[in-house]
């Protein structure tokens, strides 16, 4: 996870793609890196990231195949790829540049576009390693149902918190407009 920070926005990036189209071109930096970490790590997502995990399995795949008259060197068939998770900084400029041939989308900017999806799955945990302490699904240690219910008064008390959180809540909601902002 860590090799693949270099190759992400700054914080201040543009949705427009300029920054990306200087990391697409270190694609065989990351060709084997993709390959591996598919291979070896077991990933799980939520409802809203499943799509991003799939489109990160099937990369290996895409960047082994061969080219072919249809699809040159450097492209992916556009029916094999999730176009539908491309946002538009990449759509518009990098996986589907002016003069690319018909039914293909650029190779390393689809490639570099998935690791950016999933990176940032990883970071919010809406994807996770099944089997990791630091990357693992939080919600998964959670109780629910009888569990919960058999130890929730003593949980709630010992914690002193309210069964019903929406005074805590209001008593703790900050009115400050700007809450991210620093100083005065």
């Known amino acids: 996870m860590e090799s693949v920070k270099e190759f992400l926005p700054p914080t201040d990036a543009a949705p427009d793609g300029e920054w990306?189209?200087?990391?697409?071109?270190?694609?065989?930096?990351?060709?084997?890196?993709?390959?591996?970490?598919?291979?070896?790590?077991?990933?799980?997502?939520?409802?809203?990231?499943?799509?991003?995990v799939?489109?990160?399995?099937?990369?290996?795949?895409?960047?082994?195949?061969?080219?072919?008259?249809?699809?040159?060197?450097?492209?992916?068939?556009?029916?094999?790829?999730d176009i539908g998770l491309v946002p538009r900084g990449w759509w518009n400029q990098l996986v589907f540049p002016k003069g690319r041939p018909d039914g293909c989308v650029d190779r390393n900017a689809y490639v570099f576009c998935v690791l950016e999806l999933f990176h940032t799955g990883l970071k919010r945990?809406?994807?996770?390693?099944?089997?990791?302490?630091?990357?693992a699904d939080p919600r998964a240690r959670l109780l629910a149902d009888d569990a919960w219910d058999a130890v929730k008064g003593p949980v709630l008390s010992a914690l002193l918190l309210p069964e019903d959180p929406e005074q805590l809540l209001e008593a703790h909601a900050v009115l400050d407009p700007h809450p991210h902002r620093l100083g005065p």
């Not at 270190?26 to 991003?52: D, H």
């Not at 099937?58 to 556009?78: E, F, M, N, Q, Y």
Request: aromatic share 8%; glycine share 6%.
């Open 54 to 81: 799939n489109a990160m399995r099937d990369l290996p795949a895409l960047i082994d195949a061969g080219d072919t008259v249809r699809v040159p060197k450097g492209w992916l068939d556009a029916r094999k790829v």
């Open 125 to 135: 945990r809406d994807i996770f390693a099944r089997v990791s302490d630091r990357f």
């Open 20 to 52: 990306r189209a200087q990391v697409v071109e270190r694609f065989n930096t990351v060709r084997g890196f993709v390959r591996l970490l598919c291979q070896v790590v077991s990933f799980g997502a939520t409802a809203e990231a499943v799509r991003v």
